[in-house]
């Protein structure tokens, strides 16, 4: 599953060549699923469409069209976005499809330009979609009804985030902070190095953590999030970013995939790998104790 970063990424990348382009045709491969969508709906708001922008919420890109529609596009595990034309670039799951020819067996969805240019929809596992939806509805899906706020917007405050996750008093601090309910787009890799950086222990419960040390974790939250998306994205093993690249932020990892290593502040200590919520986590002992 991408994270923040990864997602961020490929809307980067599709808001530089999409916008402007108009839509003409959309042909789905064997998933109906992929492109849960009525045959009228997709003549009437679709074809004929003009790309207006390209927008990111927690994990959920929304490829919105002058028709006041918007193409609402999840990538799950293995999803990708290939835009071929004069300029070509790949977004997602890193496999053949991302420089071969389209559509092959991974094809999913389509969708045609009046240029000629053409986005493709791949998803191996067949978990993602693309729904047209109309954009005032968007924000009314279940899913964004209840996700968090988004860390990187200056309107989100740490207070905010504080207010969220004591709502969780009893739970173990990582998997509180992996609830998207409580902050929008954070995964392992980035609730690992948070935590790390803000010398908090995965398995402490929330109401042992003081609000400073939840003002920290914030804080550094942000930092890495910015960090790895300056870097194009981590190199988690399902994702690159929008242009085919690999993201580079784990080589910038203080703790994840790197158990048996020296922690960075203990060079005497190895990170460990523990299972927390049925979460594979990194922990450096010596810089995160558990709070009693």
């Known amino acids: 599953m991408p994270e923040l970063p990864e997602v961020e990424t490929v809307r980067r990348g599709l808001a530089e060549l999409l916008p402007g382009r108009v839509l003409t045709r959309v042909t789905v491969f064997d998933s109906p699923k992929s492109f849960p969508n009525a045959r009228a709906d997709?003549?009437?708001?679709?074809?004929?469409?003009?790309?207006?922008?390209?927008?990111?919420?927690?994990?959920?890109?929304m490829i919105d069209l002058d028709t006041q529609y918007s193409l609402v596009v999840h990538l799950k595990m293995t999803g990708q976005?290939?835009?071929?034309?004069?300029?070509?670039?790949?977004?997602?799951?890193?496999?053949?499809?991302?420089?071969?020819?389209?559509?092959?067996?991974?094809?999913?969805?389509?969708?045609?330009?009046?240029?000629?240019?053409?986005?493709?929809?791949?998803?191996?596992?067949?978990?993602?979609?693309?729904?047209?939806?109309p954009?005032?509805?968007?924000?009314?899906?279940?899913?964004?009804?209840?996700?968090?706020?988004?860390?990187?917007?200056?309107?989100?405050?740490a207070e905010d985030f504080i207010q969220r996750i004591r709502r969780r008093q009893n739970s173990m601090i990582k998997p509180a902070f992996l609830d998207q309910a409580v902050i929008a787009g954070v995964g392992n890799i980035y609730a690992?190095?948070?935590?790390?950086?803000?010398?908090?222990?995965?398995?402490?419960?929330?109401?042992?953590?003081?609000d400073q040390q939840l003002n920290t974790l914030f804080n550094e939250l942000r930092q890495i999030l910015q960090l790895s998306i300056d870097q194009g994205g981590s190199t988690d093993k399902n994702y690159v970013d929008?242009?085919?690249r690999k993201g580079n932020y784990l080589t910038f990892a203080h703790v994840f995939r790197r158990e048996g290593q020296a922690c960075h502040r203990h060079p005497d200590q190895e990170i460990i790998k523990l299972k927390v919520g049925g979460r594979g986590t990194h922990v450096c002992p010596m810089c995160q104790v558990e709070a009693k």
């Open 42 to 61: 997709v003549e009437q708001f679709l074809y004929g469409a003009c790309v207006t922008a390209v927008r990111r919420r927690a994990k959920v890109l």
């Open 81 to 133: 976005l290939i835009f071929r034309g004069v300029q070509s670039f790949a977004g997602g799951h890193p496999n053949d499809s991302l420089i071969g020819e389209l559509p092959d067996r991974s094809t999913r969805v389509q969708i045609d330009f009046v240029d000629g240019s053409r986005l493709f929809f791949n998803d191996q596992r067949k978990f993602g979609w693309v729904k047209l939806l």
């Open 135 to 157: 954009t005032d509805e968007v924000k009314n899906l279940p899913f964004m009804q209840k996700v968090g706020p988004e860390p990187l917007d200056p309107n989100t405050r």
């Open 192 to 210: 690992d190095e948070a935590l790390w950086a803000a010398r908090l222990h995965p398995q402490t419960r929330v109401k042992n953590v003081s």
């Open 242 to 244: 929008a242009e085919g």
